[in-house]
Nanobody, 126 residues
Framework: QVQVVESGGGSVQAGGSLRLSCVVSGGVFSTFAVAWFRQVPGKEREFVGRIRSNSGTNYVDFVKGRFTISRDNAKNTVYLRMNSLKPEDTADYYC????????????????????WGQGTQVTVSS
């Protein structure tokens, strides 16, 4: 049984940084593609970025240059490093994993992922 657990959320001032962690257990971690999504109340969950099993990444435009996703296969963990945070980055951040991951497909839709964490809250104050 695959489990996904996020941590690292919190409150930070605009311009600050946070690093979120996502531990995926119960499967062969090195084969998972893992994505980060975020959601604010009343809005749909939106794609932030993804890291493939080969560590290739893709990001949504509004976080490019500010957010970085990395993975440590020895720790079954994916990280989301968020720099230059803005108040509009305030959201619940979710980690999602999938095993089928074809090259050339961006996998930006939430329904394309099989396993989800419970989310971690990020608040950026101005």
């Amino acid at each position: 049984q695959v489990q996904v657990v996020e941590s690292g959320g919190g409150s930070v001032q605009a311009g600050g940084s946070l690093r979120l962690s996502c531990v995926v257990s119960g499967g062969v971690f090195s084969t998972f593609a893992v994505a980060w999504f975020r959601q604010v109340p009343g809005k749909e969950r939106e794609f932030v970025g993804r890291i493939r099993s080969n560590s290739g990444t893709n990001y949504v435009d509004f976080v490019k240059g500010r957010f970085t996703i990395s993975r440590d296969n020895a720790k079954n963990t994916v990280y989301l490093r968020m720099n230059s945070l803005k108040p509009e980055d305030t959201a619940d951040y979710y980690c999602a994993a999938k095993t089928v991951d074809y090259a050339g497909h961006p996998y930006v839709n939430a329904n394309e992922y099989d396993y989800w964490g419970q989310g971690t809250q990020v608040t950026v104050s101005s």
